[in-house]
């Protein structure tokens, strides 16, 4: 199970970190990932990271965002700075269990944090 936390209210270029907690050590043997779901458009994915550390990003978010992952703490992070109006939606963290170069969807979902950038 996922908890998604860290979600808020914030201006535009400012930052956030949002937290993601595992029941248990998944993350260890999971492709890690981050959605997010804007009202009205499809939920797309934010970034993913692998049990080897490769990373992908969305073009939206390159350079301006980090995912990181505690395994000893099973928490996964998503650090985003400069944050713009249109990154306002609704982030969900992923875990895929053996996934392989992100390139499935994940078996395990978070419950979503709102996140909302103010211009």
């Known amino acids: 199970q996922l908890q998604a936390s860290g979600g808020g209210l914030v201006q535009a270029g400012g930052s956030l970190r949002l937290s993601c907690a595992a029941s248990?050590?998944?993350?260890?043997?999971?492709?890690v990932q981050w959605y997010r779901q804007a009202p009205g458009k499809q939920r797309e994915r934010v970034t993913c990271?692998?049990?080897?550390?490769?990373?992908r990003f969305a073009n939206s978010v390159r350079g301006r965002s980090t995912i990181s992952k505690d395994v000893a703490k099973n928490t996964l992070y998503l650090q985003m700075n400069s944050l713009k109006p249109e990154d306002t939606a609704v982030y969900y963290c992923?875990?895929?269990?053996?996934?392989?170069?992100?390139?499935?969807?994940?078996?395990?979902w978070g419950q979503g944090t709102q996140v909302t950038v103010s211009s």
């Open positions: 992923g875990a895929t269990y053996r996934g392989y170069l992100c390139r499935a969807s994940p078996d395990y």
């Open positions: 248990g050590s998944i993350f260890s043997t999971s492709d």
């Open positions: 990271s692998t049990t080897t550390n490769i990373t």
